[in-house]
């Protein structure tokens, strides 16, 4: 009897949602998977984009698993980790983002029914790992290496990487031309560092995807620029380059100053004070040599009035990467003072022009002395079409950079799926007990790159499995190459076929994707808190932690609880003043 009248425990602040248990398991589970569906389609060569558009009437046209899910602002705390694995596969490898996702989705799918029918998690999770290290150690032993190959002939297989890349980008069907393109531009880099802030991209609205263009060196737009600009010289051969990060503007004293004369005639000797630091400025640019002066802050009327009476070329408000790919390149130092500026702070080129690319001005910069920088002047019809190919183009870049790191490639076309999924259903057969049928289930979920594959290019996904399991099950490993072919409908050596991906990007992909899967499955708890928390906060100023909160403001309502429960009554409503405030607040309690 008095087991009965034990009075609850508030551990919880009063309308924290709670949901646990299996029924919760699987709410995860489904808004996982509906977020892999929205994006199922974008996989492959033949893959769908999507439009996502904002309140603010902005349009993104993208097929970019990492670029839609950024974009949907998803809110489900489960489904965000898919979001996550994503974003790092983009920024650690740059392509396979839609496969990562949909591996991730596949992999849930496949154990929901294993939850639903009451086995724990965690031995799920269990052989889940142990699936990922077998799959991750026979990408290793697949992976074919590039490394020990001629110049031309390595950068032969690096177009045939970034050609696998764009060939599921909107920029697909220009794939060779975009691909040497990127090729030569990643080579430009510091081999050591690839620096990707290296390779800059302009963007230029007109023309047709044939006009884009690389320069091995430096190219911007023109900045703004003042009226005696268009009396400069625009081009050099061999120049001296000054880069700045001051101003060279006349500027006056603040509204605020107060100068006191006893004599009308010294006023004029204080505006000339004005003229004169400005003009020792200019000086010393031009007597250090220069040809062309760049600078992060403005340069005046006055001062480009005074360099193109000298025959010199100028230009403010340079972008800060625009700056660091000209330091780079021509070896200039950026000086924040034209006081004592030594001959070897100066950089050089061999060719300085200023062209007309469209409807707009580029300085170029060409033939630098350590050019470990490219950029790549991007052309197009719309806008969207061009901020796609930039996306495309980062794609292809990341995968050739990582590729020069890790020159080892396996084939693509779902052919490596494919083959590791066989090989963990041979592996399964050997081991007793349930982690047979989480293995399986592991290997059954690897199949859905090649079945989305083929649903994407609208053939007989059923029809296409058949003919890969049968192939890739032939002895001695004959048919392990073996892929999609997205052309015809059937089966194609993909690796002979140069559909090609470095074996880091299936490594990562794997990997990130049973992460994401084995943290879904190990929540077994929702709780989210009241969005009243930080006013209950505010109005009880002097809680120390949560047990001062419960001996506090919560004393009462655990005191008023008992009462209620000893009088059997069944809702009670209280009145509790705070100790630090006279504001009243009212409690519900439900017993």
């Not at 724990?120 to 999770?125: D, Y």
């Not at 050739?400 to 590791?420: F, H, P, Q, T, Y």
């Not at 794997?510 to 928390?533: G, H, M, Q, Y």
């Amino acid at each position: 009897m008095s087991s009965m009248m034990q009075p609850p425990i508030i551990l919880l602040r009063e309308g924290t949602d709670t949901s646990q248990g299996k029924a919760q398991l699987i709410s995860n589970i489904n808004a996982c998977v509906a977020v892999v569906d929205t994006i199922r389609t974008t996989l492959g060569p033949r893959g769908m984009d999507k439009m996502v558009y904002d309140e603010r009437g902005n349009n993104t046209i993208s097929n970019d698993g990492a670029t839609i899910l950024k974009l949907l602002d998803i809110v489900h705390p489960a489904a965000k980790t898919l979001v996550d694995i994503a974003k790092s596969q983009d920024s650690e490898v740059g392509d396979g983002t839609t496969t990562v996702t949909l591996l991730a989705g596949e992999f849930l799918r496949e154990s929901k029914q294993f939850v639903e029918d009451g086995v724990h998690p965690q031995n799920i999770i269990r052989s889940f790992r142990q699936a990922c290290e077998l799959a991750v150690s026979r990408v290793e032993e697949l992976a074919i290496s590039i490394e020990r190959k001629d110049p031309e002939e390595k950068g032969q297989l690096l177009q045939k990487c970034a050609q696998t890349t764009l060939n599921s980008k909107l920029v697909g069907g220009e794939k060779e031309f975009f691909a040497k393109m990127v090729v030569d531009a990643v080579s430009c880099l510091d081999p050591v560092l690839l620096d990707l802030r290296m390779i800059g991209i302009k963007k230029v609205t007109g023309g047709t995807m044939r006009d884009s263009f690389l320069v091995d060196g430096v190219a911007f737009k023109k900045t703004f620029s003042y009226a005696g600009f268009e009396q400069q010289p625009k081009s050099f051969d061999n120049p001296k380059i000054l880069l700045l990060n001051i101003e060279l503007e006349l500027k006056s004293e603040k509204d605020n100053a107060e100068v006191r004369l006893s004599d009308p005639a010294q006023y004029q000797s204080i505006v000339d004070a004005e003229w004169n630091i400005i003009y020792n400025k200019l000086d010393a640019c031009v007597a250090s040599g220069a040809n062309i002066v760049l600078s992060r802050l403005p340069i005046g009327d006055l001062a480009t009035q005074y360099f193109a009476d000298r025959n010199m070329f100028c230009a403010g408000r340079c972008e800060e990467g625009d700056m660091q790919r000209v330091a780079k390149a021509t070896g200039a130092a950026i000086q924040t003072t034209v006081s004592n500026i030594l001959p070897q702070s100066l950089g050089t080129c061999a060719t300085f022009e200023e062209v007309q690319v469209g409807g707009e001005r580029f300085n170029l910069f060409k033939g630098c002395v350590g050019a470990q920088t490219a950029t790549i002047v991007l052309r197009g019809g719309a806008d969207q079409f061009i901020e796609e190919a930039e996306r495309s183009l980062h794609d292809a870049i990341m995968i050739v950079r990582r590729a020069m790191k890790n020159a080892s490639v396996v084939a693509g076309g779902g052919a490596i799926d494919m083959e590791i999924s066989r090989f963990l259903r041979d592996h399964a057969r050997t081991i007793a007990g349930k982690s047979q049928l989480f293995i399986n289930a592991f290997a059954k979920a690897l199949e859905v790159i090649p079945r989305q594959l083929s649903d994407n290019a609208g053939f007989d996904a059923t029809d296409v499995l058949n003919k890969l399991r049968q192939k890739h099950a032939l002895p001695n490993g004959e048919g392990r190459l073996f892929g999609v072919d997205v052309d015809s409908g059937g089966i194609i050596d993909t690796y002979a076929n140069f559909v090609w991906e470095p074996s880091l990007v299936k490594i990562n992909a794997l990997t990130a994707a049973t992460e994401a899967a084995c943290i879904v499955l190990s929540v077994d708890e929702t709780i989210r808190n009241p969005k009243s928390e930080g006013a209950d906060q505010a109005m009880n100023p002097g809680n120390m932690g949560r047990g001062a909160g419960m001996m506090g403001g919560g004393g009462w309502a655990v005191a008023v609880a008992v009462a209620c429960v000893a009088g059997g009554v069944s809702e009670c409503r209280m009145l509790a003043v705070s100790r630090n405030s006279s504001e009243k607040v009212k409690h519900r309690a439900q017993v």
